[in-house]
């Protein structure tokens, strides 16, 4: 009985992993035309401070609308384009689109890309970014590159290259999605990261516990020590926003202030920053 047992799991099994793998080769050749086919776009992410409201960067997140299965979610296409190798395509492409978009937006606010591991152990790494640097025109210094701790565990000499070349450039680096990889302090002591992005997990759990809290005022208060921002991830409402900021983060971003949205509402949502701080001047005028 247990043999049959067993049998009828490791069936079981096998189908769930061939119905796995036909998936994602599905997902690989549409990627690959939506590519070609310009299915493709980039969104931009408000990040916030805190401190005056103000937006100071935007992230650019990459999005999917497939002409016929909708939009495909960035965690199902990501894996497969970086298990391809596509993602250098498609990550250069990010690239230059969001260093493009960034030159359309005053010169305070800057613009972040999330790169893959594997973008950054890729020969001649470093090139992509400064061609799209390059072909906007954008200042070096208003990029941020986003990556996360795993990319850091294979601390190889291809990394610490790419990150040293671009930080001389003036590029910045943030840690993204901080406390859910394999945390080591000694990534924050080896790369000059000059952000932390705490993870969205520890913010939705704060109310509920007070150990997230904890951690995220311990990792605040490490951050100003070091000179560096702390960014909260999916703060989602008022509660969060005024949770994380009692903690000590000076960047927010999440729902609650904006989802990612195309260029043309980025535009707007700093267009209406301007038009308040004139009102506020207009004010400051007529009362001061
Ligand atoms: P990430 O870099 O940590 O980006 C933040 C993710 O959290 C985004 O998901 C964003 O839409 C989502 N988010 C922001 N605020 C909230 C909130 O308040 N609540 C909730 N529930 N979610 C929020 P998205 O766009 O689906 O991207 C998922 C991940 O895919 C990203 O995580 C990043 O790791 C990866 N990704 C996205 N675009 C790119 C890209 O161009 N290149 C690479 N290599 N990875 C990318
Ligand atoms: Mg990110
Ligand atoms: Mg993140
Ligand atoms: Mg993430």
Redesign the pocket.
Known sequence: HAKSKGRAQTCFFDHAMTRQMAKRREIEADLRKALKQNELSVFF?PIVDLESGRIKTF????RWFHPEKGEI???EF?PVAEETGM?LTL?NW?TAQAAKVAMTWPADVNVA????PLQIRAPGASLGIKNALQAAQLDPRRLEI?VTETLLIEDNHATTLFISELSELGVKFAL??FGTGFSSLSYINTFPFSKIKVD?SFVSSMQVGRRSEAIIRAVAEMGSTLGMEIVA????DIEQLQAVRAAGCTLG???YFS??VPDHLAAILLSKERDSDAQHATIARATG
């Open positions: 992410q992230e650019a997140l990459v979610s960035p965690a990501i993602i990550g990010v890309v999330n790169l893959s986003e993204d999605d969205r991830e999916g703060v989602e971003q999440g729902y989802r990612a």
